[in-house]
């Protein structure tokens, strides 16, 4: 890395600094596990023909969520409203503000047939193949 | 004010008071908000998952113990593909600094999210002695 740009334009110390602050930067933030992750955090569920993408969104009622299918992808979008009680803090660990997220399923899926319930702060969306896309049987003919 | 026993990340199994629990399930430490107002600290604990009937808080001294035991999020004839968050139980303990009127507790659960709210105890008043005059 010091060696990269010594030989072109001689050596610049404030290039260099900002390339070993950038690589500290990049070697720390690896360390949050917290911020890196995203908003909600998703699993996904393949069946047979449909997927359920299941998400945590505490807090959250079933109205402030935002669901969006377009071909392969589910977008949810949504907003967690913050404490707005003027209080001392003692501690803020949960996340507000508003989010959107972009799942890529494994396969495009029928808008039509989509199935989202919210309980406890989970959120469960059921989607499925288009009848066109599913896999057939096809018969041989003895 | 509130002060915490442990302090582990969010997704670390906790153990409380290094004894072993029976189920066999993931323990997580669930993200909380504290705050205070003049007469009452206010707890916002996120356990996605956990239903109002899993909570258990149980107060003992100054020790206030929140534990929630989400349900099962097995799925039958689907397969897990993808995963960012794992099921399993929260257990968050805390220390509190001032005295709380036990009788006053406030606690719902409701999308996930448990609201406790807890009174401060009126301080004690101070007492003013007269001298009898002889």
């Known amino acids: ?142 | 004010m509130a002060q915490e026993l442990q302090t582990t990340d969010r997704k670390v199994p906790s153990k409380l008071d290094g004894s072993e629990r029976t189920r066999s399930r993931q323990v997580f430490v669930p993200r909380a908000d504290i705050y205070e107002t003049t007469d009452q600290v206010v707890l916002l604990v996120d356990m996605p998952g956990v239903a109002s009937d899993g909570v258990d808080i149980t107060l003992e001294k100054r020790t206030l113990a929140i534990r929630g035991y989400a349900a099962d999020q097995q799925r039958e004839s689907y397969r897990q593909i993808y995963a960012e968050y794992g099921a399993g139980d929260y257990e968050r303990v805390f220390t509190l600094s001032e005295d709380i009127d036990r009788d006053g507790i406030e606690a719902s659960q409701k999308d996930g999210v448990l609201r406790l709210v807890l009174p401060k105890a009126a301080p004690a008043k101070a007492r003013k002695i007269e001298l009898k005059t002889a």
């Open chain 1, 1 to 142: 890395m010091l060696l990269s740009d010594f030989g072109r334009i001689g050596f610049d110390p404030f290039l260099e600094m900002r390339r070993m602050q950038q690589e500290m930067n990049q070697r720390l933030g690896g360390l949050r596990t917290d911020a890196a992750q995203e908003f909600p955090p998703v699993n996904l569920w393949l069946g047979e023909d449909s997927v359920a993408v299941t998400a945590e969104l505490p807090g959250i009622a079933p109205d402030d969520v935002d669901l969006t299918v377009r071909e392969n992808t589910l977008t949810l979008k949504g907003e967690r409203k913050a404490q707005d009680e003027t209080s001392v803090w003692h501690r803020r660990e949960r996340p507000n503000g508003r989010f959107s997220r972009t799942i890529q399923l494994p396969f495009r899926v029928d808008p039509e047939q989509v199935e989202a319930r919210v309980a406890n702060g989970l959120l469960e969306v059921e989607l499925h193949r288009p009848e066109a896309d599913r896999q057939r049987k096809i018969q041989i003919k003895g």
